[in-house]
């Protein structure tokens, strides 16, 4: 790959926790403008791959965001050009959704300075975007998981980014707004992102452009989806318990 054609080149990146290993050398290049899923076993280090790739996870080696080391870019840019959805956030429950998603524009604004004309038009574009439009005025606490999770990813949205990191993006949604999830990945892709997302859901994650397949902190496996190498991968990385079948045009993963 071109080095313009890379959104994240992660080079040897190691990390501990509590003295124990997470992530052992691992060095992958990430494309640009598409969706990569990262899988794998539990424990496997997906989540805390995507956090050292957020710069929110100390790590040895080096990682460049769209060609410039990540630790060189000044923090307010490198906030603008990168979107983060983890699991579990915290957000205080009195919160309005719409001053929820209003953190998403923080990056673009000065300090201290009222949100502008721009800033109230990315919110209610991606209010709109994840069906959260009608909740705005309703407090954080009022909401159900899969209500909440969809405007938190409506905060990531406001961020408009250049990269979108997403850890377990489709806790708490049913099916429909799963499927919203996808097509919403789709738009962003359509547009020049790159999305970067951690699936507990195999089938869903095939669904992507590029899978990292991480076995032990190490990444075992980088691919496209629809490669018959990607598809071994799997199978070995979960024990041969997994199939890959296609149904109606589309991989999925079922037991075995």
């Known amino acids: 790959m071109s080095a313009k054609s890379i959104a994240i080149h992660a080079e040897s990146v190691s990390a501990e926790l509590n003295g124990n290993a997470i992530l052992c050398e691992v060095s992958a290049q990430i494309p640009r403008g598409a969706w990569t899923s990262i899988v794998g076993p539990n424990g496997a280090g997906k989540s805390s791959l995507l956090k050292a790739l957020a710069g929110l ?8 965001l769209l060609g410039q080391l990540a630790n060189t870019i000044p923090r307010r840019e490198r906030a603008r050009c990168l979107s983060w959805l983890g699991q579990s956030q915290t957000t205080p429950e009195d919160l309005r959704v719409w001053d929820v998603v209003m953190l998403g524009r923080l990056p673009h604004q000065a300090w201290l300075a009222a949100p502008d004309a ?13 069906q959260a439009w009608e909740w705005r005025e309703r ?10 999770q969809r405007v938190l990813l409506a905060r990531a949205l ?21 499927a ?8 962003l892709v ?5 999305v970067i997302s951690v699936l507990h859901e195999i089938s869903f994650a095939l669904q992507a452009d590029y899978l990292l397949i991480m076995q032990q902190g190490q990444l075992y496996h980088q691919g496209a989806c629809d490669e018959v ?13 997994i199939a890959i079948h296609t149904v109606q045009g589309q991989w999925i993963a079922l037991p075995q």
Do not use: C, Y
Request: charged residues 25%; without cysteine; hydrophobic residues 35%.
């Open 57 to 64: 996870l100390e790590h040895r080696g080096s990682i460049h």
């Open 118 to 130: 721009k800033d109230h038009a990315a919110v209610e574009r991606a209010l709109h975007a994840t």
């Open 139 to 148: 407090s954080l606490g009022q909401l159900s998981g899969g209500e909440r």
């Open 158 to 178: 406001a961020v408009e980014a250049d990269i979108f990191l997403m850890d377990e993006p489709l806790a708490n949604l049913d099916p429909p707004h799963q």
């Open 180 to 187: 919203d999830w996808m097509s919403l990945v789709r738009q």
């Open 190 to 194: 359509v547009q020049g992102k790159t």
């Open 229 to 241: 190498s990607s598809h071994q991968a799997l199978r070995e990385v979960f024990d041969h318990r």
